[in-house]
C-alpha cells in the first residue's frame, strides 16, 4: 500500500494574527526568544521580514515577527566623544597640576 501525497499548506503570517492557543504552542517552541530561529525574508520589490517556521500537523507556518532595527547605532559610532583635545599626565602637570615634590613626597616615598 502506498502511502497517499499529502502535502502541507504553506502559510506566511504574523504572529499577532495566530489565535492565542497558536500563539502560546509558539512560545513554548522557542522558550528562550526568537532571536536563534529567526530568519530574514526578502521579498521581490526589495522589502524584508523576519520570520520564524512553526509546524503543525496540516499546516507549515512561517510566522512574521515585529524587528525594530536600531538605525542610530551607525551615528553614534560616528560621534566624537573626544572633541577637546587629549592631554598626557606631562601637560597636565605643566598647567599646574600637582607633582610629587609639591605634595611633600620624594622619589624614595613613592612605590610602584
Known amino acids: 500500500m502506498t502511502k497517499p501525497n499529502r502535502t502541507k499548506k504553506h502559510i506566511v503570517t504574523s504572529l499577532h494574527n495566530l489565535p492565542t492557543e497558536m500563539q502560546d504552542t509558539l ?5 528562550y526568544g526568537f532571536t536563534d530561529a529567526m530568519m530574514r525574508v526578502d521579498k521581490p520589490n ?3 521580514f523576519y520570520a520564524v517556521p512553526f509546524d503543525t500537523e496540516e499546516i ?8 525594530k532595527i536600531d538605525d542610530n547605532a551607525a551615528e553614534e559610532d560616528e560621534k566624537d566623544y573626544y572633541e577637546d583635545e587629549l592631554k598626557g599626565a606631562d601637560d597636565i602637570q605643566e598647567e599646574g597640576g600637582s607633582s610629587a615634590d609639591e605634595v611633600g613626597e620624594t622619589d624614595d616615598d613613592i612605590s610602584i
Not at 27 to 31: F, L, N, Q, S, V
Open 27 to 31: 512560545k513554548e517552541k522557542y522558550p
Open 60 to 67: 507549515a507556518y512561517l510566522v512574521k515577527i515585529d524587528v
Open 46 to 48: 526589495g522589502d524584508f
